[in-house]
C-alpha cells in the first residue's frame, strides 16, 4: 500500500496550530459581535448556477465543480461520454455537475439575502467563518482550502457602513498586536480611468490588469493592456494614474488633476475622502492609506474597496472587501446595496508566525496528570481530578499502572507542567506529592490543600 498523502493545497492542524488558529478566530468574533453582527452559516456546495458568472473569467476557472452522482451506473455511461466531451469544450453540463465547493462567503450570503429577504431586519449585518474552495496554484499563504472571516452589511447606502467596517479592521489588529496598513480605493475611480480610457466597457479590461500590478510589475501591465486592443494613448494614461505617490492628500490632488470633471470620479474621491475624515478612532498599530493600485478583481465591487496587508512581513493581502450595491439582484431581488470585508485567516496565521505575535497563554495543555500507581491509589486520584476538572482545571489520569519512567516521560511529551503522585503511603496519610516538571521541585502536601497549592 503506498504511503497516505494529502490532496495539494490542504493541510492537518495539530492540536498547537488548532489552539493557535482557535485564538485568531475568537479575536475575529469578539469584535465582529461587538460592533453588533450575528453569526449566518451556509452549506459548503452551492448550486453551480449560483457561483458561475459572479466572479469574473479568471474566478470561474478556479471554482471547484462537484461531479453529479450515479456516473457510474452503467445505464448512464454512455451519455455521461458525452456530457464529459462537451465539459472538455470548456461548457458546463448538467449531466455531469450541477454543484460546485463555494469560492467565497459574499456570493452564497448575497444568495441567502435574496432568498430571505422578505424576513431580515434591515440594515441586516453578518457575520460568517467557514472554509471556501479554490483551484488554485498552492503557493506560500494560498492553498485550496481555506478560512474566510466576513462581516458585511446589506440594506444600507451608508458610508458609516465603510467608516465602521474600516475600524473593525483596526480593531482585530490591534488585539492581535498586529501592524498593518489598511489600503482603499474605490471602483468609481477606476470606472472613470475606464472612461477617460475609451469608455466603461474598458473598465474590466483596465481593473483585471491593474489587480495583477504586484505580481508581474508595471511594464507587463502595460503589455497586457496593449493586447486586449489600448492604444498608447489610453496606457499611457493608466500608467500616470499607476505612478499617482505621496500622501493621501497629494494623491487625491494629483487624482483630481488626472480625471479632471468625470463626474463619476468626483464620487468615488468624495466617498474616499469622506471616509479618510471621520475613520479617526484607528488603533495606533493600523494606518489608513490610498492605493490607488487597489483594483480588487472581483466583477461585483461598485463602490470603495479595501485590502489589508501586514508591516513587516513577507506576505500578500491578509484582508479585503468593498461595496457592491447591485449584488443581489443576481439572484432577482434587486437594489439591495451592501458592503463587506473579510479576513484572510490562514495567512494571518503565517504572518502572526512569522513575527512571533502569538501569546505564549494560547497554548493551552494539560496542568495536572496524576500518576497511576494501583487500583484504590488511582481511584483517589480519579476523585481529585474530576474535583479540580470542576474549577477548570485540564487534568488527566494516566490510563495504565506502569512504570514511573513512562508516567513522567508522557507528562514531559505533552508538556504538562505539575505531577501529582499518590502511592500507598500518601493514601493513608491523606497527602500527595506534587512535582514542578520544568523546575524538579517536589513537595508534599494535604489532598485538601491541592487547589490551594495550585492557585
Known amino acids: 500500500m503506498s504511503k497516505p498523502t494529502l490532496p495539494q493545497g490542504t493541510r492537518d492542524f495539530n492540536a498547537g496550530i488548532v489552539q493557535k488558529r482557535n485564538y485568531i478566530f475568537n479575536t475575529i468574533r469578539s469584535v465582529f459581535e461587538l460592533y453588533g453582527f450575528q453569526p449566518l ?8 448556477e449560483t457561483l458561475m458568472g459572479k466572479y469574473g473569467e479568471e474566478g470561474d476557472k478556479l471554482i471547484f465543480k462537484i461531479l453529479n452522482n450515479g456516473l457510474d451506473n452503467p445505464a448512464k455511461k454512455e451519455q455521461a461520454i458525452a456530457d464529459f466531451d462537451k465539459i472538455l469544450d470548456g461548457k458546463n453540463n448538467k449531466g455531469i455537475t450541477e454543484r460546485a465547493l463555494r469560492y467565497d462567503l459574499t456570493i452564497p450570503f448575497a444568495r441567502y439575502v435574496a432568498m430571505n429577504y422578505g424576513q431580515l431586519t434591515m440594515p441586516f449585518k453578518r457575520y460568517q467563518i467557514q472554509p471556501v474552495w479554490r483551484a488554485d ?3 506560500k499563504g494560498r492553498y485550496r482550502e481555506f478560512y474566510q472571516c466576513d462581516a458585511d452589511v446589506v440594506g444600507s447606502a451608508s458610508l ?3 467608516i465602521e467596517l474600516t475600524n473593525l479592521y483596526a ?13 482603499i480605493n474605490s471602483r468609481k475611480i477606476l470606472a472613470a480611468l475606464a472612461n477617460v480610457c475609451g469608455g466603461e466597457d474598458q473598465l474590466i479590461t483596465i481593473t483585471t490588469a491593474i489587480d495583477k500590478l504586484d505580481k508581474i510589475g508595471l511594464e507587463k501591465v502595460k503589455e497586457e493592456l496593449e493586447a486586449k486592443g489600448l492604444n498608447n494613448q489610453q496606457i499611457s494614461k493608466i500608467e500616470t494614474y499607476l505612478l499617482i505617490a505621496g500622501s493621501n492628500e497629494e494623491k487625491m490632488i494629483q487624482l483630481k488633476t488626472l480625471l479632471g470633471e468625470n463626474e463619476m470620479g468626483k464620487v468615488g474621491i468624495s466617498e474616499i475622502e469622506h471616509v479618510l475624515n471621520n475613520s479617526s478612532l484607528l488603533s495606533p498599530n493600523s494606518s489608513l492609506i490610498i492605493d490607488l493600485t487597489l483594483a480588487r478583481g472581483l466583477n461585483y465591487y461598485t463602490g470603495i474597496i479595501f485590502e489589508v496587508k501586514a508591516i513587516g512581513a513577507q506576505m500578500g493581502s491578509i484582508g479585503g472587501g468593498g461595496r457592491y450595491d447591485d449584488l443581489t439582484s443576481l439572484f ?5 446595496p451592501g458592503v463587506g470585508i473579510s479576513f484572510g485567516v490562514d495567512r494571518i496565521y503565517d504572518v502572526l508566525e512569522e513575527l512571533q505575535l502569538f501569546p505564549e497563554e494560547v497554548q493551552k495543555n494539560t496542568k495536572l496528570l496524576f500518576f497511576n500507581l494501583g487500583e484504590l491509589e488511582s481511584k483517589k486520584a480519579y476523585t481529585l481530578m474530576q474535583e479540580l476538572r470542576s474549577c477548570g482545571i485540564a487534568s488527566e ?5 506502569t512504570k514511573l519512567d513512562k508516567q513522567f516521560k508522557y507528562a514531559e511529551k505533552k508538556n504538562i507542567p505539575f505531577v501529582i503522585i499518590i502511592g500507598a503511603k500518601e493514601l493513608a496519610e491523606g497527602t500527595c506529592n506534587i512535582k514542578n516538571i520544568q523546575s524538579g521541585e517536589q513537595k508534599t502536601i494535604l489532598q485538601t490543600d491541592l487547589f490551594k497549592e495550585l492557585f
Do not use: S
Open 137 to 139: 496554484r498552492p503557493q
Open 160 to 162: 458609516l457602513n465603510e
Open 332 to 336: 432577482g431581488v434587486p437594489n439591495v
Open 397 to 401: 489520569l494516566f490510563h495504565e499502572n
Open 171 to 183: 480593531a482585530v489588529f490591534e488585539k492581535l498586536q498586529l501592524p498593518v496598513e489598511i489600503r
Open 41 to 48: 452559516e451556509t452549506p459548503a456546495m452551492e448550486n453551480l
